[in-house]
């Protein structure tokens, strides 16, 4: 059965305070993964796609990167305004979420 | 920049009645997509749409659910019959090729009592 698993459940970092989020996948067939960032009583935002093994991509404060089983969202200095949900999302013959992490910075 | 609208934000229905969900997908896409949230719970895939049929569906999505494309620019979802677990956030989505990323819309509430 295809599997999303997102680490940890939910995540307090001081602002500046870098780290990662995971997300490990079994899957038959990758097709693509994406990142996205959910605020409270909205939609998923895209934030990025990776389709093969060592790729990577950046933007502002984020970063993210995958593996053949998994795929990190780095969040350098992060600000309070990217306090969110964030998202992983694989698709198979569909697009199948994550549970998401919950991130939250504190000033 | 464009993006996914949907229409009505919040839905109240009363148990038995039917729904439906519109959404403006993004102009040049060509796949769209439901999705629907439970309070507290993770985004769930309903269907996919391309070339006025559906392409894909999960096991959610059965004989009370359709999905039509009445005109060149709307995508409805119709709930037929509601019930009470059908309470969530419903997102519609677009993509512009079958693995791209998806965009998705800022969802409709849909509250059944």
């Known amino acids: 059965e295809d599997q999303v698993t997102q680490s940890p459940e939910a995540l307090r970092l001081q602002e500046g305070e870098s780290s990662s989020l995971n997300c490990s996948y079994t899957v038959s067939g990758l097709r693509g993964l994406f990142w996205y960032r959910q605020d409270p009583g909205k939609g998923p935002e895209f934030l990025f796609t990776l389709y093969s093994a060592g790729e990577e991509k950046e933007k502002e404060r984020l970063k993210a990167t995958l593996t053949k089983k998994e795929s990190f969202l780095h969040i350098t200095a992060p600000k309070p305004e990217d306090s969110a949900t964030y998202l992983c999302?694989?698709?198979?013959?569909?697009?199948?979420f994550g549970k998401g992490t919950r991130l939250h910075i504190l000033p | 920049e464009p993006e996914v609208t949907q229409t009505p934000s919040h839905q109240v229905t009363q148990m038995g009645q039917e729904v439906i969900l519109r959404c403006v997908p993004i102009s040049n896409h060509l796949y769209f997509y439901w999705y629907r949230q439970i309070l507290g719970q993770k985004v769930e895939f309903l269907v996919s749409?391309?070339?006025?049929?559906?392409?894909?569906k999960s096991e959610i999505f059965d004989d009370q659910f359709s999905v039509e494309r009445p005109d060149g620019s709307n995508f409805t979802l119709k709930i037929r019959s509601t019930k009470l677990e059908d309470s969530a956030m419903y997102f519609c989505?677009?993509?512009?090729?079958?693995?791209?990323?998806?965009?998705f819309g800022q969802g409709t509430r849909l509250t059944v009592v």
């Open positions: 749409f391309y070339n006025n049929e559906i392409s894909e």
């Open positions: 989505a677009s993509s512009e090729e079958v693995n791209t990323e998806a965009f």
């Open positions: 999302a694989v698709r198979v013959d569909k697009i199948i």
